[in-house]
Structure formats: structure tokens, C-alpha cells
């Protein structure tokens, strides 16, 4: 049974770019979240998707958004970049309303 | 809307010592309670978590926490703790209504082992 994994491992961007993150769920997984950990904080929710739809969003700008696939894989994508957003993005994937299982992590750096 | 307070973000133990890391919420609804391990340069992993019954829930690796809802406390304890139990430990709470989900996380606290 393979885990969760996210692509790329890390990735430095300039400030007004545009990133797209990837995430594939767990096997039998139907439910993907994503979050926001930047240095030295707790992880926040960003959006959570379920068979494809959007179900639930953080406090976070519509400049943050997502897509979920048939598979169940995921995007999250950021639009005009600031530096803020500089933080490790973690994936976790689920049964709906079950544990979550989080993949490794993509750090972006926005410079 | 929940929270979550872990105020000590640094605690420094001897290796085979107890240690207590302390985690309060606060939450205008009922919730479920977690604690997540954090290793270095690695994603999160579900150390224990409680959704109901017994008020003590314990990890396989000796780890145990005790669900106080008066206090609304959730504290992490280990008798004797090993030099692999370095990482940064996170208390979480979700609201019951979306299960083991949309996750509130404390500010972690970053635990480390003195041989």
C-alpha cells in the first residue's frame, strides 16, 4: 500500500508567480486536505476536497485554490505569490471523517 | 471555532526522565483530540487521539494523554522518555462534526533528549 506523496520536495518561486503543488492520496482514499505550515507554527487548513468537490476552506484568499481528480490525487495552486506565503504544505488523505494521513511535505520558497 | 494553546514551545529532558507536554483548547462545540509527531525534515503522524470512552488513551510507543474536559486540557506524558522521542509534538482538535478532520493545530512544542 503506498502512502501519501506530494511533488516537487521543495521549490523556490518569486514573488507574483504562480505555483501548482501535487498530491497523491492513499489507496481507498476518497478525501484530501491540505495545509499551510509555516516556520516555527502549527500546521492551518487550507480547503479540504471530497469526490472531487470543495468541502470546507480556511481562512485562507481565493488567490488559494484546488482541484481533486477522479483518482483522488490533488492540486493546490497559489496565484500572485507573496512572501508570506513561504511555508511547508502538507497533503493528508482520508476516508471521509477518518484519520488523516499525512504525506511528506513541499516546502516553498517565495523570494 | 477552535483553538489550541501549547505553551511550552521548547522542552528540553534527560534521556529516561518523565516528561509532560501541555496542550489546552478552547471550543464552543465538541471536539475530538489529537496529538501528531513531527520528525525533522518528515510529514505528520498520528501519535494518539481521542474521540470518546475512556478518558485515557495511550500510543504503543508509552506515550499516554488524558482528556481533562473541565480544563479543558489535553497534556501528553511519558515516563521515561528515549533519545528517537526528539521531535516537534503538535496537540490538535477537530470539531465532531468532520470526524478525524479539518484539523486545529497548536503551535507545537519541540522536545528534546539530553544523553
Known amino acids: 500500500e503506498t502512502g501519501v506523496t506530494q511533488s516537487p520536495t521543495h521549490l523556490i518561486k518569486t514573488r507574483g508567480q504562480q505555483v501548482t503543488l501535487r498530491c497523491s492520496s492513499q489507496?481507498?482514499?476518497?478525501?484530501v486536505s491540505w495545509y499551510q505550515q509555516a516556520l516555527g507554527q502549527g500546521p492551518q487548513f487550507i480547503f479540504q476536497y471530497y469526490r472531487e468537490e470543495e468541502n470546507g476552506r480556511g481562512n485562507f484568499p481565493p488567490r488559494f485554490s484546488g482541484l481533486q481528480f477522479p483518482n483522488y490525487s490533488s492540486e493546490l495552486n497559489v496565484n500572485a505569490l507573496e512572501l508570506d506565503d513561504s511555508a511547508l504544505y502538507l497533503c493528508?488523505?482520508?476516508?471521509?471523517?477518518?484519520?488523516?494521513?499525512f504525506g511528506p511535505g513541499t516546502r516553498l520558497t517565495v523570494l | 471555532a477552535q483553538s489550541v494553546t501549547q505553551l511550552d514551545s521548547q522542552v528540553p529532558v534527560f534521556e529516561e526522565a518523565p516528561v509532560e507536554l501541555r496542550c489546552n483548547y478552547s471550543s464552543s462545540v465538541s471536539v475530538y483530540l489529537f496529538w501528531y509527531v513531527q520528525y525533522p525534515n518528515q510529514g505528520l503522524q498520528l501519535l494518539l487521539k481521542?474521540?470518546?470512552?475512556?478518558?485515557l488513551v495511550e500510543s504503543i510507543n508509552g506515550f499516554e494523554a488524558e482528556f481533562n474536559k473541565s480544563q479543558t486540557s489535553f497534556h501528553l506524558r511519558k515516563p521515561s522518555v528515549h533519545i528517537s522521542d526528539t521531535a516537534e509534538y503538535f496537540c490538535?482538535?477537530?470539531?465532531?462534526?468532520?470526524?478525524?478532520?479539518?484539523?486545529?493545530f497548536g503551535t507545537g512544542t519541540r522536545l528534546t533528549i539530553i544523553p
Open positions: 493528508a488523505s482520508s476516508l471521509q471523517y477518518n484519520e488523516q494521513f
Open positions: 481521542y474521540l470518546s470512552g475512556s478518558t
Open positions: 489507496s481507498g482514499h476518497n478525501t
Open positions: 490538535a482538535v477537530s470539531d465532531m462534526r468532520f470526524g478525524n478532520e479539518k484539523l486545529t
